[in-house]
């Protein structure tokens, strides 16, 4: 059973910088997509940004120039470095993977989330 474990949520001020890690039990697969979600209360689970084995990037256009996705195969762990936040980032954070599969709004693995919250 493939475990995701989010980690680096927390709360800061508007305009300040977060930096979320996601670290995965099983990293053995050649094709892979690898994202970030995000649901705030009320608001329908959206995708953030994603990044598969062959490194398309793809990004939500609310946070596109101020996050960014990275992945570090040798610690089975992916990135998600959050700059200029806004009180609108503010939601639980959830990273999710689908092996052999392409990127989708419903995949496979899910983290348990890490909440983020920003100040004004």
């Known amino acids: 059973e493939v475990q995701l474990v989010e980690s680096g949520g927390g709360s800061v001020q508007a305009g300040g910088s977060l930096r979320l890690s996601c670290v995965v039990s099983?990293?053995?697969?050649?094709?892979?997509?690898m994202g970030w979600f995000r649901q705030a209360p009320g608001k329908e689970r959206e995708g953030v940004a994603a990044?598969?084995?062959?490194?398309?990037?793809s990004y939500a256009d609310s946070v596109r120039g101020r996050f960014t996705i990275s992945k570090d195969n040798a610690k089975n762990t992916w990135y998600l470095q959050m700059t200029s936040l806004k009180s609108e980032d503010t939601a639980m954070y959830y990273c999710?993977?689908?092996?052999?599969?392409?990127?989708?709004?419903?995949?496979?693995?899910w983290g348990k989330g890490t909440q983020v919250t920003i100040s004004s």
């Open positions: 990044i598969d084995s062959v490194g398309v990037i």
């Open positions: 099983v990293y053995a697969y050649s094709s892979y997509c």
């Open positions: 999710a993977a689908n092996f052999d599969k392409p990127c989708s709004r419903e995949m496979d693995n």
